[in-house]
């Protein structure tokens, strides 16, 4: 909650011709609920370990069991915090007024949430480590992070397919996409209007392929959730 006020006041009242900082507060939406869900996620499974391999081991019940239980059991908090959060950074901050868009940026968070879930639960499944769990969560997450289209706009060929791998960077460009529309203007200094179709940051991500976003979302929100069982199924 406090991270929540904390954000609308730095980005307290902003509009569409300070598009750069609306472009960030929406980034900082992917951001943020993809680091808080994947370190969560990742602590799950290694911090159960001792008692799972007890619990397993003497019949109590079956793998799959547990693993739909304990995913299941984490979704309420998991997606009340974002919900909160979205709520009142979103108006506080100034973006687009209009109930259909909010709908439709709550639920790009809680998606990402979800993804992010999934991941953390992957990683967290294949090393059942804690130390080394974290590790790799944050070196993932930093990758994402560089790799989501906010920073570095036109990422060298050899190396950029790692943005289509990033979830954030689907959040990101959905988030923008609902957030504006190809035949929107916004000011651009000394009483001009541009086109927000060629303001840099939006530019390189497009607004189109909408639902292949969504579409990749979901692969990846089916994908680790499907890795992290069968990791835990190898043990």
Not at 31 to 51: C, K, Q, S, V
Not at 93 to 108: D, E, K, N, Q
Request: proline share 4%.
């Amino acid at each position: 909650m406090s991270v929540s006020i904390l954000s609308g006041l730095l980005w307290w009242k902003s509009n569409p011709s300070n598009i750069q900082d609306q472009v960030g507060l929406l980034f900082f939406f992917s951001i943020f609920w993809g680091f808080f869900p994947l370190f969560n996620a990742t602590l799950a499974f290694p911090l159960e370990r001792p008692m799972l391999t007890k619990e397993m081991s003497s019949g109590m019940y079956r793998l799959s069991s547990y693993f739909f239980a304990r995913t299941a059991g984490d979704l309420p908090m998991e997606l009340v915090l974002p919900t909160i959060f979205v709520t009142v950074t979103y108006w506080m901050g100034g973006l687009r007024p209009s109930m259909v868009t909010f709908a439709l940026t709550l639920l790009i968070v809680l998606f990402n949430v979800l993804v992010s879930q999934g991941l953390g639960l992957a990683l967290g499944a294949i090393l059942m480590d804690v130390k080394q769990g974290t590790t790799l969560a944050s070196v993932t997450m930093l990758v994402f992070l560089l790799a989501g289209g906010y920073y570095i706009q036109q990422i060298p060929r050899f190396i950029a397919w790692l943005k289509y791998i990033s979830f954030s960077h689907y959040c990101y460009k959905l988030l923008v996409g609902v957030q504006y529309s190809k035949n929107e203007f916004y000011e651009c200094g000394n009483g001009a209007h541009c086109r927000v179709l060629d303001f840099p940051s939006i530019k390189s991500l497009g607004l189109d392929d909408k639902w292949w976003d969504v579409a990749a979302l979901g692969v990846m929100l089916i994908g680790y959730r499907a890795l992290a069982y069968i990791s835990l199924r190898l043990r």
